[in-house]
């Protein structure tokens, strides 16, 4: 069973930055794919980024690119997301997923673990 603890979320105004972190505990971390996701109040949980076992694949949403970078450690079994440019739309609370897998994923399903969330708040 992997247990995952986001942290890093605070408010903060737009055109800020903001790193989040996830850390692992309790699997092999190198063996998964990491995603973050994001969830506004009243929606679905969306897909953000999500990046492969070895790290060496990222994949984004459009309406992050060129803002988001998603990054691991495997030797501190950490995931991060860098979030610069910050807009209000990019309020949510932000949830990291570990998936069974070497590969990435964009949808909610193929993820088998996930954190209980940080909250991420951009005033305009």
């Known amino acids: 069973q992997v247990q995952l603890v986001e942290s890093g979320g605070r408010l903060l105004q737009a055109g800020g930055s903001l790193r989040l972190s996830c850390v692992a505990s309790g699997g092999t971390f190198s063996n998964y794919a990491m995603g973050w996701f994001r969830q506004a109040p009243g929606k679905e949980r969306n897909f953000v980024a999500a990046?492969?076992?070895?790290?060496?694949?990222?994949t984004y949403a459009d309406s992050v690119k060129g803002r988001f970078t998603i990054s691991r450690d495997n030797a501190k079994n950490t995931v991060y997301l860098q979030m610069n440019s910050l807009k209000p739309e990019d309020t949510a609370v932000y949830y990291c997923?570990?998936?069974?897998?070497?590969?990435?994923?964009?949808?909610?399903?193929?993820?088998?673990?996930w954190g209980q969330g940080t909250q991420v708040t951009v005033s305009s």
């Open positions: 997923g570990a998936r069974r897998s070497a590969v990435t994923h964009t949808l909610t399903p193929a993820y088998d673990y």
């Open positions: 990046i492969s076992a070895s790290g060496g694949f990222a």
